[in-house]
């Protein structure tokens, strides 16, 4: 069974550029998670959905990020315009209600020059 | 906000020696779990613990989730070099409101053993 799925694996763009983080959850899964991973910060998370329905943001830095779950099996993560400080690994992970445990995905590395 | 502890920040052992590190919060969490990131990879869970005082055991390693619901420690028995990485615990808030779902991270313990 194939298990949280990101894409890219890797981004490096320039500042002011829009960049587009992509997840796709295990099946049946109902929760989606996204976090942000520095050396300084740690794992940080930024927003998390449940049945694609947003609960919980405040981890969101600023306006430049949104995120959007337009159906169970996807999920972007959207950084506009980017800046050099958003660079660091973003996570994708999801999880079953009940079941407490958050599977990963690999992370896309973004580096903004 | 919620936060975790999580101590030491770093260990360089040799192998085949023992490792412990811990958890301590300032919040009551139903579960605690316990996750491994190896370098360019996402964390992988280890070990998920959900009741207070309990011992769980997978191969080498033990965690046990205090029984104050406020900490939980980890230990790795007989270490071999792949046991390098990252070990992050995580805790997850009593059920019920918006934080349900929503796990909080300690630092993570950086292991390196060396052969």
């Known amino acids: 069974d194939a298990g949280v799925i990101q894409s890219p694996r890797h981004e490096v763009t320039e500042m002011g550029q829009e960049v587009t983080l992509r997840c796709k959850p295990i099946?049946?899964?109902?929760?989606l998670f996204w976090y942000r991973q520095t050396m300084m910060r740690g794992l940080e998370l930024l927003i998390y959905?449940?049945?694609?329905?947003?609960?919980?943001d405040s981890g969101m830095p600023e306006d430049r990020f949104s995120a959007k779950m337009p159906n169970a099996s996807f999920s972007t993560l959207k950084i506009q315009p980017s800046e050099p400080r958003d660079s660091a690994v973003y996570f994708c992970?999801?999880?079953?209600?009940?079941?407490?445990?958050?599977?990963f995905g690999p992370g896309t590395r973004l580096t903004v020059l | 906000g919620q936060q975790l502890n999580q101590s030491p920040q770093s260990m360089f052992i040799q192998e085949g020696e023992d490792v412990s590190m811990n958890c301590t919060s300032s919040?009551?969490?139903?579960?605690w779990l316990w996750y491994k990131q190896d370098p360019g990879e996402g964390p992988v869970l280890l070990i998920a613990l959900y009741k207070a005082g309990e011992l769980t055991s997978n191969g080498r390693l033990t965690a046990q989730f205090g029984i104050t619901r406020k900490d939980s420690f980890l230990n790795i028995s007989a270490s071999i070099p792949s046991d390098v990485g990252i070990y992050f615990c995580?805790?997850?808030?009593?059920?019920?409101?918006?934080?349900?779902?929503?796990?909080?991270f300690g630092q993570g313990t950086i292991l390196t053993v060396h052969p």
């Open positions: 099946s049946g899964h109902d929760y």
């Open positions: 959905f449940n049945n694609n329905v947003p609960i919980d």
């Open positions: 995580a805790g997850q808030l009593i059920p019920g409101g918006t934080s349900y779902g929503k796990l909080t």
């Open positions: 919040s009551i969490f139903n579960t």
């Open positions: 992970a999801s999880s079953l209600m009940g079941t407490d445990t958050q599977y």
